[in-house]
């Protein structure tokens, strides 16, 4: 919701800066938890059902939950060696979309508790990415190990997108860790993440795979070399030296990824390099059957 179009008594400035700013975290939390048991408490039953039923963010999802499980089987049979599985929170501490991955935070659906629900699950691995390239620099400072971690998540968006619900399951796979010039770690894993989604795709019933690529930094141009690429100057805003969507059967986009700047800002640490990949099975679903 924009500012502009809050009730006048919630977007006076002065109330906006005593829950903003003068309100401590865990005295603006004690506020809102007591503000939503009281609504809690006036809420009937009947009122609840009308709300599950007018509520998007509630819904059932509309994929079978047999396809769901198809495809995940499929990914995961195709998962390359040393990449670990993890199971990700449903939420993601506040700002993580806005504050590293610069998405809109009304994109998000933020809590009451500091936190916001997940929208990605690239978003959530790169915070355990972090954690774990920052235990292993406390042991050596220039260490190169590569943390290589995949998830899947069903996350929840708040923006609407036409004909599709607003929580959807992704596959998220990140794989972190040191600049080792000349592009060496951009070229090895780029490499094992593109031939992953194309063998998991087939596994999953895709018989046509497209991979388009966008160079963002010229310097990324040899990575793209023998795949249909577009040359664009300058950061996505998201995504920094080289991006990438996959298509199926159809046209269909069903993956995305490329090289983002997350870790390097979390760490502060200028040689720390990210690439990640997302899949979404409810498109993976559709487009195979």
Known sequence: MAFDSLPRRAADPAVMDLLGAELSGTDLTTLLL??????????????VLRRYREDRFTEPVRTPFHGLRRVEDALLST???GVEMVTLPPVV????????ATVDQNKVVTTIRGTEVAADPTNGLALEVARRRQALLRENSRS???????AFQRVLRAQRFEGASAHFSLLGLVSGG????????ERAH???HLAYLVDALRAAGAREIDVRMRVL???FAPLAAGLPYEAVEGSSGYYTGLTYKVYVDGGVEVADGGFVDWTRRLLGNNKERLLISGVGLDRVVSATG
């Open 190 to 192: 780029l490499t094992e």
């Open 79 to 81: 998962l390359p060696g």
């Open 144 to 150: 190169c190990t590569a943390v290589r971690l995949g």
């Open 178 to 185: 040191r600049d080792t010039g000349d592009l060496a770690f």
């Open 93 to 100: 501490p506040l700002g993580t979309h806005s504050a590293v």
């Open 217 to 219: 930094d010229p310097r």
């Open 34 to 47: 007591a503000v939503m048991r009281r609504r809690a408490s006036e809420r009937t039953p009947a009122e």
